[in-house]
């Protein structure tokens, strides 16, 4: 994969390419083949990939095989806690991270 440094003032205009996770500028050809196994920056990846316009929700979810509520819960995790969110060893803590906010009314 080639990584094009991205400055952070910097737009992209071009739809053939989105930010991705660690701030470098990916298009389709980067992102993970069908049969990858998960990682967090995959998953970030994808999310990246929908949030930025270069793909929709629909064509991530029929090319990956995913339901509705799994990538909904990528997306909540890279919003709220980052790329972090996305471990697969973390994903209880943060789930009752937000489970407290929410009972307390404090942000997380």
Do not use: C
Not at 27 to 33: K, T
Not at 53 to 80: H, I, K, P
């Amino acid at each position: 994969m080639n990584v094009v440094p991205f400055e952070r003032n910097q737009r992209v205009t071009s739809a053939d390419r989105v930010i991705g996770p660690l701030g470098e500028l990916i298009g389709r050809e980067d992102l993970p083949a069908p049969d990858s196994q998960w990682t967090p920056r995959r998953k970030a990846e994808v999310v990246a990939a929908v949030n930025g316009g270069l793909m929709t929700a629909d064509e991530v979810m029929s090319l990956y095989n995913l339901s509705v509520e799994e990538f909904a819960s990528w997306q909540r995790a890279v919003e709220r806690f980052g790329l972090a969110g996305l471990r697969q060893t973390r994903i209880q803590h943060y789930r009752d991270l937000q489970e407290r906010s929410q009972r307390f009314g404090w942000a997380a």
